[in-house]
């Protein structure tokens, strides 16, 4: 194998995949494509394997160094327009933008002549570029690139190291020629660095608790998916154009009435509520937050329609949202791990203080409690902006179709005439995701009516629009709903497709009620998965990207204190058997009681050892030397005879001439001719040949048999093996003439 050929492809595919890494964090495909045809374009005008046509410099030092600066200028000019001169802001868009940089700058460099000191900058390049896409993204895609590419980067490390000391020994004027036997040591020992690195950083990433040293630099965001979710804390009516739906996963959920399992059930999840809307824009927002720092959420006024008590449990994946989705308003909220949030008393919702990340909580309701007993407004009476115009006269006309006396003392009246109005739209209005624009000054709601058309923001825009202006307080609730069931695993699989919106109306005092008019058969067909081949090929990637999600991005305390139970009770449970309850009996320890005395044997242990590791150490200094000498001996000598009986002529003489190359090096030591751990064999036997002719050729021809041995593709005869021992002895002579010879002049001195 050819190092240097075996290198610059090495490389070559390592920059492709810290390119296809950044394309997948950001995600920009689009510079990607581009950067491969660049790196592309690169192998070609380079020469690819071609030595010579490589370390010839395409584009001069200068030339890159112009470009190089340009670049910089370039990132910084960008930098200064975003951030206005702030070192403030967001550092996931400062690592994006710097990671912009890292992707054009390796791009830059592949222009260069192949000289060492350039291919570690474009190595370093590379792997801060992955870097970067790790802190911009976690989603699998990016995970199953990262697999790929540290074995592909750790065998590229490897063949930089002999290609710079063949350039270091030779300049490029031979190449470094490996054996099959030794590219089969090399696969092993890249096997080991990765397998090692994996099990080192999965033992890490399992013990450490989340979030521990995240502000010791700053406070920086945790890495989000490069995809956000459908659900929005606002609706903005009146943009045109076909909606693409996602069927990307955000979470699951589990609903559970009186202990038992709610099965496929439609249930909505709210998260924001909209109570403000500004016909001028066809904008729903909310009004300003009456927020209570929480520990524990206000009491419930929602109305319960299940009845009885309930509890809903969450995973939520990293969403850029800080709402915590619920059924109903509930009496508690239980975290996986420590999370502080707020509540807002006025729209009962509920938000984390930092989002973005994996949360899971179980939700607990019970009966309502009912705050207010007296109306606010008269049924009949306008809520503003809707005191006039279509909506209120569709409105009034519904109810006197059906008979309904707005005037009436009834207290169910508000409840009867919602119900109404969403029954009404459902039926006489159609589902779609194509939606046109209104014209000028026409508001998205009229627009709507007149239509008769729109997808559930306009649904539930119209509906809470129509009870504000006959007196019924709404609102609307966007969140999600629930339209997919796991029947093995017995919860509901949220997608960002199933965000969706609905009104809530007070119909009763201190009663508000969940009213959905989107018609649900319309709703349900179109986020209805793909059928075919495609789609099951679709729902297999899903189902390996959520379990992906689950496993590794959602990792938690919840999951490092299911697996430390148990740890205990497999590991623990063992060593507190025949360890800890020597000392205890038979009583049992907590998990942190027996990881203290663990801890506690494990440090006597660490201590002992130490003890026995230093009076060890002194014993070797003082019988080094003679051990040194002996192993020599038996390294040169004896230890190839040996091995020849079990292992064959050729690896005993491999033995053999690695034990002579050994020899000399040691022989040299002892003369004053070290060899620097830095400097290769075959140099430093040409540095002692300039003062020591004789000596300098009798090192350089054990090093060239030894490495013709170790590295060339035929093993060594007899007659190499007499000359490596009659150089050996030439080496042992020289060191010994003229140690004597430093011995006498000493003696001559004293």
Not at 94 to 102: D, K, W
Not at 181 to 188: D, E, K, P, T
Request: hydrophobic letters at 40%; proline letters at 4%; glycine letters at 10%.
């Amino acid at each position: 194998m050819d190092v240097f050929r075996a290198y610059r492809l090495a490389s070559f595919c390592t920059v492709l995949g810290g390119t296809t890494m950044y394309g997948f964090a950001e995600p920009s495909l689009e510079s990607a494509a581009v950067a491969f045809l660049v790196a592309l374009a690169a192998w070609v005008v380079t020469g690819g394997g071609d030595g010579e046509r490589a370390r010839r410099a395409i584009v001069p030092r200068w030339g890159v160094n112009v470009v190089v600066i340009i670049a910089t200028a370039l990132m910084a000019l960008a930098w200064v327009n975003e951030t206005g001169f702030t070192l403030t802001g967001d550092i996931e868009n400062t690592v994006s933008r710097f990671s912009r940089y890292l992707l054009w700058l390796q791009l830059i460099k592949l222009f260069e002549a192949c000289r060492p000191r350039d291919q570690a900058h474009l190595i370093a390049l590379s792997t801060m570029l992955v870097v970067g896409a790790c802190l911009t993204s976690v989603t699998l895609a990016v995970g199953m690139v990262l697999v790929v590419y540290l074995p592909v980067l750790v065998w590229t490390v490897v063949l930089f190291q002999m290609y710079a000391a063949g350039e270091r020994v030779h300049g490029g004027s031979r190449a470094v020629v490996l054996r099959s036997g030794a590219r089969g040591g090399l696969r092993r020992v890249v096997f080991g660095i990765c397998a090692t690195t994996l099990l080192i950083g999965a033992g890490v990433f399992a013990a450490m608790p989340r979030g521990f040293g995240e502000k010791m630099l700053g406070a920086s965001p945790v890495p989000q998916t490069d995809y956000e979710t459908g659900f929005s804390d606002s609706v903005q009516l009146g943009s045109a154009g076909l909606i693409s739906e996602s069927r990307r996963i955000v979470g699951n959920v589990q609903v559970r009435h009186d202990g038992t399992v709610i099965g496929a059930r439609r249930h909505l999840l709210r998260g924001a509520v909209l109570d403000e809307y500004d016909k001028a824009s066809g904008r729903w927002k909310r009004s300003a937050p009456q927020r209570n720092a929480a520990s524990e959420p206000t009491p419930s006024i929602m109305g319960n329609i299940y009845g009885g008590a309930m509890q809903m449990e969450v995973k939520l994946r990293p969403i850029p949202t800080r709402y915590l989705f619920t059924i109903l308003t509930p009496n508690e909220i239980r975290f996986g791990e420590p999370t502080r949030y707020t509540s807002n008393s006025r729209s009962q919702t509920y938000e984390r203080l930092a989002g973005g990340t994996a949360v899971e909580y179980t939700v607990s309701f019970d009966e309502p409690v009912r705050g207010e007993t007296q109306w606010d407004t008269r049924l009949g009476n306008a809520i503003e902006p809707f005191g006039e115009g279509i909506i209120r006269e569709e409105a009034l006309g519904i109810a006197r179709d059906l008979g309904i006396d707005l005037e009436s003392d009834d207290p169910g009246v508000r409840h009867q005439m919602a119900s109404a109005l969403a029954n009404h739209l459902g039926r006489t209005c159609s589902y779609t995701l194509d939606m046109q624009t209104p014209d000028i000054g026409q508001d998205p709601i009229e627009m709507f009516l007149e239509d008769r058309k729109g997808h559930c923001e306009y649904f539930a825009s119209a509906l809470a629009a129509m009870c504000m202006s006959i007196g019924i307080e709404a609102r609307v609730v966007t969140g999600f709903s629930t339209e997919e069931y796991d029947e093995g695993k017995q919860r509901h699989i949220i997608r960002e497709n199933h965000a969706h919106a609905w009104v809530e109306a007070r119909v009763y005092p201190g009663v508000w009620r969940s009213f959905d008019p989107s018609p649900n058969d319309a709703v349900a067909a179109a986020r209805a998965p793909e059928s075919g081949f495609m789609g099951v090929v679709r729902r297999m990637r899903e189902m390996i990207e959520y379990a992906w999600i689950e496993s590794v991005v959602s990792y938690g305390e919840s999951s490092r204190s299911n697996q430390q139970e148990a740890l205990h009770s497999g590991v623990l449970g063992w060593l507190e058997k025949h360890v800890v309850q020597q000392e205890f009996g038979s009583r049992r320890l907590s998990g942190e009681n027996l990881l203290l005395v663990l801890a506690q044997r494990a440090a006597v242990g660490v201590i002992a050892g130490l003890i026995a590791g230093a009076v060890s150490a002194a014993v070797l200094i003082l019988i080094r030397e003679p051990v040194r000498r002996g192993w020599g001996w038996f390294g040169w000598v004896l230890r190839p005879r040996v091995a020849g009986v079990f292992v064959g002529r050729r690896r005993a003489s491999l033995l053999r001439h690695e034990g002579a190359y050994r020899r000399v090096l040691d022989l040299l030591e002892r003369g004053g001719f070290a060899k620097p751990d830095w400097c290769p064999a075959l140099a430093h036997a040409s540095s002692i040949e300039h003062e020591h002719d004789s000596l300098g050729r009798a090192v350089r021809g054990v090093v060239e048999l030894y490495y013709a041995e170790r590295f060339g593709d035929e093993g060594g005869s007899e007659n190499d093996t007499a000359r490596a021992d009659a150089w050996v002895k030439e080496v042992s002579a020289f060191i010994r003439a003229r140690r004597k010879t430093k011995k006498g002049k000493h003696d001559r001195v004293g």
